[in-house]
């Protein structure tokens, strides 16, 4: 493996798309406009894993297109409510026993459908000084027993700057839990080395859930990095985000899944795409993302089911919205199995 020094530059500006063949000539304009609002970042192997596909699954993730200029009435800002629960900088306090702490706005990918994608990029690592007073508010609150690192992508950051935040966090004595979420296993593999595997060997146990949406994106060096995290015996779940000509279909979602339990990531959550603003391109149905659960509860075990859920618009928080298998009947439930029979339940009296 090439060290990080030694691999080609990721794809930042409309003009490097135009060399790489990701961006027809005739949409320039479009496109650097839709680069000026929502930042532009393809890691070297996503770029290498696209291939020729400039129209396939990874590069409709990563590659801009002038469809993000289209900004729907119901789109937002913010549209999971991190300002409207934010208690310090970078610190979100919305349910009562976790806090989220995005240590930095860098991703080594930006994402077209990121639901942060207003703040990504901007202001990049938490000062030293904002990192104290969240590490203070989290210490003065003992109902808190997990903390969400995110960003941005928290595993962009040095493994020395990791293990000090580590260090700080694992400080506060009524920390059970410290968890990741980032794509960097995914799509910059390179860095899961020794000295960040290290930081992570803390007293609160350490969780670290992967963003992939599609099997394509789990390359060789990826896998192996997953490979790295295991044996060192840090928990993976994985989340997904719903994508529209992407990964809305059962095939599509079986294959991905079946191939993160393989590489022991256990599919944790399901996510219907938020209404960030220039996405709406992406979004399924609600009724849609139902009826592909509804599928694969019939073909997949329960470890490669994730829970399909919503992020209520305005900070309300997530709700698990899979088809439904129970309805009242008289004196009982009519309960439908994954093979579509019906069947009477009565509860015990």
Not at 282 to 293: D, E, H, L, V, Y
Request: hydrophobic residues 40%; aromatic residues 6%; charged residues 20%.
């Amino acid at each position: 493996m090439l060290p990080l020094t030694s691999r080609p530059r990721a794809l930042t500006t409309v003009d490097a798309l135009l060399t790489e063949g990701l961006a027809h000539p005739d949409r320039v304009a479009e496109l650097r406009q839709v680069t000026s609002e929502f930042r532009l970042r393809i890691s070297p192997l996503m770029r290498e894993a696209m291939g020729n596909l400039a129209t396939g699954p990874l590069a409709r993730q990563f590659v801009p297109t002038p469809a993000e200029l289209d900004v729907r009435p119901e789109e937002r800002t913010d549209p999971i409510g991190d300002l409207t629960h934010k208690v310090a900088p970078g610190l979100t306090h919305r349910y009562p026993d976790r806090v989220i702490l995005a240590v930095t706005q860098s991703c080594d990918v930006y994402c077209r459908f990121c639901f942060r994608r207003e703040t990504v990029g901007g202001d990049g690592a938490l000062s030293d000084a904002d990192l104290d007073a969240a590490c203070a508010y989290i210490a003065a609150h003992p109902a808190i027993w997990e903390v969400v690192l995110t960003g941005g992508d928290p595993l962009s950051l040095s493994a020395r700057r990791i293990g000090a935040i580590m260090d700080r966090l694992s400080r506060i004595p009524h920390l059970g839990i410290i968890r990741f979420h980032t794509r960097v296993p995914v799509v910059f593999p390179e860095r899961i080395t020794p000295a960040l595997i290290r930081a992570l060997k803390v007293r609160p146990a350490v969780y670290m859930v992967i963003h992939t949406n599609h099997a394509q994106e789990l390359t060789g060096v990826s896998c192996a990095a997953l490979a790295r995290l295991a044996q060192a015996g840090i928990p993976l779940l994985s989340q997904t985000v719903l994508l529209k000509g992407i990964n809305d279909d059962p095939d599509t979602l079986e294959d991905l899944f079946r191939t993160l339990l393989r590489n022991r990531v256990k599919p944790y959550y399901l996510h219907h795409s938020d209404l960030a603003r220039g996405t709406g391109h992406f979004r399924t149905s609600i009724s849609a993302g139902q009826a592909i659960m509804k599928v694969l509860r019939g073909r997949l075990s329960g470890t490669a089911l994730p829970t399909y859920v919503l992020d209520i618009p305005g900070g309300f928080g997530k709700v698990p919205i899979g088809p439904a298998y129970l309805t009242p009947d008289a004196g009982g439930w009519r309960v439908t199995d994954p093979q579509g029979h019906s069947h009477l339940y009565r509860d015990p009296v």
